[in-house]
């Protein structure tokens, strides 16, 4: 019989408001954007995962992810250009590209549904209970308006924008389950700061096409965030970077600690050049359009 093989593709994803909030019900909004990870499997014997340049990868969780989908006796080359910790999707890529992979190395048709639940056990892997915010506007791309109901998910493509955006590093990855589990335990006393972020997107939905607008929204956000104890002396900084650099707004990017900041102007190189001038590492990100 002929060796099975199969690939898959996802991009991985920005959160441009309601982080955090959206774990208890508020809405949020995210852009997929042009970087993302490819998974190619191919029938071998034991299982092995390899990176992009072709070594060996050890480590626990990534292949408990892995066994999460794949079963049996695969290698499994995991390419990406999303850097790992930064709020932009890594993991939920990896786990779309994965369920794709196997979808097309066994041959299962694959549809929406089914590869949102795929891909939460993945998630669930990396993040304990995520909102599912990440994978799902993985999977389908664009911009998205995500809120988690007791009815499941509820996804409201908006139209894509204009506007790229910068991304500044803070140099340290963040660390998703433990700020997640860090908000849990602030409650109730941040709920009402929830209650502003959730409002707060409500907003920023009506105002996508205005970026002066929408950029004090991010900067609100970026605040309400700090309030509720997931910001850094780090991440400030990199949002006052780039307010000085004549961004419209900036905030930081996912569940915070370390990560990265984004900023939306109408110069966004510009925002990565002062960065750097600062000896901060940046990069911009466009709008991956929706599938
Ligand atoms: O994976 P990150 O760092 O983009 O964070 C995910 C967003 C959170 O709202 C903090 C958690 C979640 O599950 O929605």
Not at 74 to 98: C, F, H, K, Y
Not at 134 to 142: E, F, I, K, L, Y
Not at 222 to 228: D, F, G, Q, V
Not at 257 to 273: Q, S
């Amino acid at each position: 019989m002929a060796e099975r093989r199969g690939a898959g593709s996802a991009g991985g994803k920005l959160i441009l408001c309601g982080e955090h909030a959206v774990v208890y019900g508020h809405p949020a909004i995210a852009v997929a954007i042009d970087r993302g990870t490819t998974v190619r499997l191919r029938e071998a014997s034991g299982l092995t995962l390899r990176g992009g340049d072709g070594a060996a990868l050890r480590d626990a969780r990534l292949e408990e992810a892995v066994r999460a989908i794949v079963a049996g006796d695969w290698e499994v080359t995991i390419t990406s250009d999303l850097p790992i910790g930064r709020g932009m999707g890594s993991s939920a890529a990896l786990a779309v590209a994965l369920v794709r992979a196997w979808a097309d190395a066994t041959g299962e048709a694959l549809d929406a549904a089914a590869l949102h639940e795929r891909a939460f056990a993945v998630e669930r892997v990396f993040h304990g209970n995520p909102s599912g915010i990440d994978h799902a506007v993985s999977a389908r791309g664009g911009l998205v308006r995500y809120r988690r109901t007791p009815d499941g998910p509820v996804l409201t493509p908006l139209p894509l924008p204009s506007w790229s955006l910068a991304v500044l590093d803070s140099g340290a990855p963040g660390d998703t389950r433990a700020m997640v589990a860090g908000v849990a335990s602030r409650r109730p006393g941040i709920d009402a700061h929830l209650d502003a972020i959730g409002a707060l997107v409500g907003e920023a939905e009506a105002h996508l096409d205005d970026p002066p607008r929408l950029g004090a929204l991010l900067t609100e956000n970026h605040r309400l965030l700090t309030a509720i104890g997931v910001s850094s002396t780090r991440l400030d900084a990199l949002v006052a970077l780039a307010l000085d650099a004549g961004a419209h707004g900036a905030k930081l990017a996912g569940a915070g600690g370390g990560g990265a900041a984004l900023a939306l102007a109408d110069d966004p190189e510009g925002i990565v050049a002062a960065a750097r001038a600062h000896g901060v590492d940046g990069f911009v990100v466009r709008p991956r359009p929706g599938v």
